[in-house]
Every structure is written in C-alpha cells, then in structure tokens.
T-cell receptor, first 113, second 114 residues
C-alpha cells in the first residue's frame, strides 16, 4: 500500500530535550515536505526537499532541522524544543513536479512542556 | 511571497444545500492550485487540482476553476451531504520561482446537518 508513515504519532516532551520525528514514504517520490498545523493558521511549510541532499526552507524553519540522505526518509529534528513548537506536524511527499498532489502522513501531535 | 486566502469559517449547511468556499491567491509565476480535505483525526487528502489557467478540477461532485484573471480557485458543490463535513484547504505550489514551495490557506470547517 502506497503511504507516508510518521513516528511517533504522539509525543509529550520537555523544553530543551532533542527529538526526531521520522517520516518515510514508499512511493519513490522525489519531493518531501514538513508542515505544522495550528488552529486558525492552517498549514505552514517548515522545510521541503526536491531530492536527496537538497533541502530548502519553507515559511517557518526556525528551530527545526531536516536531512535527506536517502530518497524515502525525511526526518524532522528539533534540537532544543520550546513550548511554541507544540503543534500537529504533517509530512508529505509527491513526485516532485509542481502539478502533482502531495500525499500526507497521518500526523504527529507534539506537546512541549 | 505567495499567499492563499480562504473565506472564513465555520460554514454550516443543511443537507442538499449549495456550497461555495472562496479562495484567492497571490503568487509569482503560474502556480498549481489544489483543494485538500481533512476529515477528523486524519491527514490531508487531495480533493481536486488544476495546473493551468481555465482548468477545471472536479471530484466527488466538487468543482473548482483556475481563474488567472481574478486569481481565484473557488470550491463549489451543488448538493452537500453529511459525509462532506470536514475541513477544506486551498493550496498552491510554486512551479518556477521557488519551485516546490507550498502555501496553504487557513482552512474552512464545513458542517452539514441532516
């Protein structure tokens, strides 16, 4: 089954404790992206990657890191999480051409205390 | 930068009513336009898309037309059902400058009552 998987689905952590949210897709997609969803703010793009070893900032990259060492994986790293990073995070992938739809993972709900 | 503006919600309709959710955008170049739908507790899934001016996307009775002259991509459905209750997002993806950069609207929550 074609899908985007994220782990963990739920995470409660404390300020300053480094964490990684994993994202993996099995569709051989070139493009992957991370978003955060906050009430009243819709989805905002954090980082995206057009291909292996190619990443670019989205609209809200501060406080996040990503890497794309292999095509299928695109982990999101929070080196020192803060409470304002409490949010619902989605990973997405697509074939990479601008007209293609994005396939979304189920989401990771992160709470930073 | 690019932006997407959706009509504010929430929207509450009776079953079989006509639905319009307005969406306008600003972007450089010629972006692709999308409507995504999010059901409770789930990720987003594509509802329909259009990749060039005057294209009409359609799916499950929903339609939207890419209007370059008015920079709009309004979502319509002639007769909504209770099962259409969800959050709807208008989005664009840049294709030239900043190719790959995606911008979403704030989302519109639709509730359809029997």
């Amino acid at each position: 089954e074609a899908q985007v998987t994220q782990n963990p689905r739920y995470l409660i952590t404390v300020t300053g404790k480094k964490l990684t949210v994993t994202c993996s897709q099995n569709m051989n997609h070139e493009y992957m992206s991370w978003y955060r969803q906050d009430p009243g703010l819709g989805l905002r793009q954090i980082y995206y990657s057009m291909n292996v070893e190619v990443t670019d900032k989205g609209d809200v990259p501060e406080g996040y890191k990503v890497s794309r060492k292999e095509k299928r994986n695109f982990p999101l790293i929070l080196e020192s999480p803060s409470p304002n990073q409490t949010s619902l995070y989605f990973c997405a992938s697509s074939r990479g051409e601008g007209g293609d739809e994005q396939f979304f993972g189920p989401g990771t709900r992160l709470t930073v205390l | 930068g690019n932006s997407v503006t959706q009509m504010e919600g929430p929207v509450t309709l009776s079953e079989e009513a006509f639905l319009t959710i307005n969406c306008t955008y600003t972007a450089t170049g010629y972006p692709s336009l999308f409507w995504y739908v999010q059901y409770p507790g789930e990720g987003l899934q594509l509802l329909l898309k259009a990749t060039k001016a005057d294209d009409k996307g359609s799916n499950k009775g929903f339609e939207a037309t890419y209007r370059k002259e008015t920079t709009s991509f309004h979502l319509e459905k002639g007769s909504v059902q209770v099962s259409d209750s969800a959050v709807y997002f208008c989005a664009l993806t840049a294709r030239n400058t900043n190719a790959g950069k995606s911008t979403f609207g704030d989302g519109t929550t639709l509730t359809v009552k029997p």
